[in-house]
């Protein structure tokens, strides 16, 4: 590793073994993620546990270089070689594109009809989207399973079902709006005037166009993908502003961390650590450097 510290070596290496374990969790054993989740909903986290990984990546791509260095001044030209080849063998799919799994797909016509409308609309108000659920497969995206892109490819606030799902264990969704409108919305025909009290403006139905439909709205726009309704009359306004409070104590709790972690010895950020990082000077092979004599 970069650092001669025995201590440091150890530390990234159980870093590593860590992430690893915990990316791995909802693969090798998902009833322990669904208990976690289950005992407490903030192990949601773990879900999506591809992120932990980084600190591995940080050792391996440290060690790779590493190695390949030292193979450089040993004359082993094949070493750094194979070590670029390496990741191509092991992850062969990922080349151009996952054998060509992996290419954009062109939103619907419809789609941005759509967000014309909606976009264009002086009138305040959120977007409520149908079905109430995250994830979508839709026909157009040959049936692959993708999280909902609506939200952001809107400008406006958009209300989604944001609970979180693993395997048969449901955690509440955090959203307030969210919570509020779950009992409409799941019942796939949300009256306008609960709408209208809730802020909102526009109904999109992105899915099962045909099942789903709030009473009482004006539909404004029927694709063959894709279906929006405007709630009529002035919404009520909703106030999502958070207290101060607790704002500032997260930043304060957050800052205070960071600080530590870079004063505080033994840290990942520690001054003394990135003092330590010295230039590296050129070397000369031993066999070409004089040889040291004593005098007689």
Known sequence: MWTRDETWRRGFAAAGAAGFAVAALGAVAEP??????GAWPGFAVLRDGQQFVAPLAVVIAVGAGVAADRAAEARLPLVPVGLAVVPVLLLPTLAWGAAGELRAVQYPDDWARARQIIESDPAEGDVLLLPWAQYRSYEWNHGRRVLDPLPRYLDRRVIVNDAVTVGRTSVAPEDPRAVRLAAAAASGE????????????????DSEIDRFRPIGAERV??????AVYRVGGPVAGVDERVPAAPVVVGWAIASAGVFWSIVCPGTSLSIPLLGSIKARSPRRDRRTRPESRTPP
């Open 32 to 37: 322990v993620l669904a208990g976690l989740i």
């Open 190 to 205: 949300p009256e306008a005037a609960t709408l209208r009290d809730s802020g909102v403006r526009y109904v999109v139905v």
């Open 221 to 226: 726009l029927q694709g063959p993908h894709l």
